[in-house]
């Protein structure tokens, strides 16, 4: 089983960034010209009960709110994703991606089913974009991201600055309709892939990079 777990992908690129950014932008511009759309695409629990829209699961990644969660989405997607892509390899990186992203919806699925939101609309990109900062923080760990193109944070710092921020705005409930929680699943499973999959510990590496060159 182990051994299933982390056969590798053959490494090959093919620019699969670019084209989960054309299929958000297509599924967006879709949603966009039939508003009525995005209940078949976003992930509601009450239809995935009631009508058997498990297929939700995966779409919901791909459907989003407004111009500005897209675009926000597809700049962190491009600008993580082409790095992490080159570093993985194309198969792996949309494996990665897919799988982090179908799994984060699932968690949520159940969070809302237990805490009562049958009628929560979940949608976009975010918790398959939080898991790539995650692992761009992990293949690029001395990097530095200019926060509102001013600030410098090392990716390390940054992802921890997030995963502080979610949880408080999820206790707090601070901006609702985000989806803290999926935001903070996509976090774990990118974490639980590179020690699962890959065999790599992100703790160790942010350790031993905070004592290396900055």
């Known amino acids: 089983m182990s051994n299933i777990l982390r056969r590798p992908f053959q490494y090959t690129y093919k620019n699969y960034t670019l084209m989960l950014i054309m299929v958000n932008v297509f599924v967006f511009f879709l949603t966009t010209v039939n508003r009525n759309i995005v209940i078949y695409l976003a992930m509601v629990p009450g239809l ?10 995966f779409t919901y990644m791909f459907a989003h709110a407004n111009f500005s969660h897209i675009l926000f989405n597809m700049i962190g997607l491009f600008f993580f994703g082409t790095q992490i892509e080159r570093r993985m390899g194309s198969r792996e990186f949309l494996f990665f991606y897919l799988l982090t992203g179908t799994i984060a919806g699932i968690f949520s699925f159940f969070v809302y089913l237990f805490t009562g939101g049958y009628t929560v609309i979940l949608l976009g990109a975010s918790g398959a974009v939080f898991a790539v900062l995650f ?16 600030l410098p ?7 921890v600055a ?6 408080f705005s999820q206790i707090s409930q601070v901006q609702t309709g985000v989806a803290h929680l999926t935001h903070l699943a996509g976090f774990a499973l990118a974490y639980l892939y590179f020690v ?7 703790i160790d590496i942010w350790k031993r990079s905070g004592r290396g060159p900055s």
């Open 48 to 57: 995935v009960i009631e009508e058997g829209f498990v297929w939700q699961f």
């Open 135 to 150: 692992a761009f923080a992990v293949f690029f760990p001395h990097a530095r991201i200019f926060v509102f193109g001013i």
């Open 153 to 159: 944070v090392r990716a390390p710092v940054l992802v």
């Open 162 to 167: 997030y995963t502080a921020i979610e949880v």
């Open 196 to 202: 699962v999959r890959l065999r790599v510990d992100p």
